[in-house]
């Protein structure tokens, strides 16, 4: 039985396809969210079908539409080329063999405006859907559906101890936790998925744990139907 109109309709979207184009706008714009925004250029390195088929079916136009910031829906998808270019985003497309991947996966190498450099890969799983699988070399299973919360720190006893009683004490559920150690420069990474947002800032507590290097809290990826549907 549906259980949303999503399942019953299918996305809201400038066609022709779900899977490269909802879905491709939607990766964009995850990123976008996922990258700070101000990107003054990204590299997009397109997999399987996608590197096969995206000027056909419009993927290119969907993916530069997200990552200006645009819902799978806006009419101004078809126009992303120009509207890049007016934002002075430069951008490229580079078809590409990513491994044992979805055959819809691409990997954006996005440089912000202060020379920050951040990559991000997912793929349009179908029917609009999509996953992102790493952030920053960081393997992660990101839907948009629930807060993330990201870290970088030294990879030194306690560290995970002390994120984990602070989302004790907020009543904070961990759903999905993943870590990341390198021994070569005695770093670690972790991903870690609840299941609410608290009541205070938890970024800031956790940054003054000894040995954090940076945190990122990953809201949910909420997009308004627009008012004519």
């Given at each position: 039985m549906p259980s949303s109109i999503f399942d019953i309709m299918g996305p809201v979207m400038i066609g022709p396809s779900s899977s490269h184009t909802a879905g491709a706008a939607r990766l964009g714009k995850m990123a976008y969210k996922l990258s700070g925004g101000d990107i003054a250029r990204v590299d997009i390195y397109l997999h399987g079908s996608f590197a096969a088929t995206y000027r056909g079916h419009g993927t290119d136009k969907a993916l530069l539409a997200g990552l200006l910031n645009l819902p799978p829906w806006d009419e101004r998808l078809r126009d992303s080329f120009r509207l890049a270019e007016e934002k002075g985003m430069q951008?490229?497309?580079?078809?590409?063999?990513?491994g044992d991947v979805h055959p819809n996966t691409v990997r954006f190498v996005i440089t912000g405006a202060g020379g920050e450099v951040s990559e991000i890969m997912g793929s349009s799983i179908g029917g609009g859907q999509v996953?992102?699988?790493?952030?920053?070399g960081l393997e992660v299973r990101f839907t948009g559906e629930r807060p993330i919360l990201i870290t970088r720190h030294q990879d030194t006893p306690g560290v995970i101890s002390a994120i984990a009683t602070l989302l004790y004490e907020q009543r904070i559920n961990i759903g999905n936790m993943t870590v990341n150690r390198s021994r070569k420069d005695?770093?670690?990474s972790m991903y870690i998925e609840i299941d609410s947002l608290c009541q205070e800032d938890i970024t800031k507590r956790i940054a003054q744990i000894p040995g954090m290097i940076r945190v990122k809290l990953?809201?949910?990826v909420v997009e308004q139907l627009p008012a004519h549907f």
């Open positions: 951008y490229r497309f580079i078809p590409t063999d990513l996953v992102v699988s790493e952030i920053d005695r770093l670690a990953l809201l949910p």
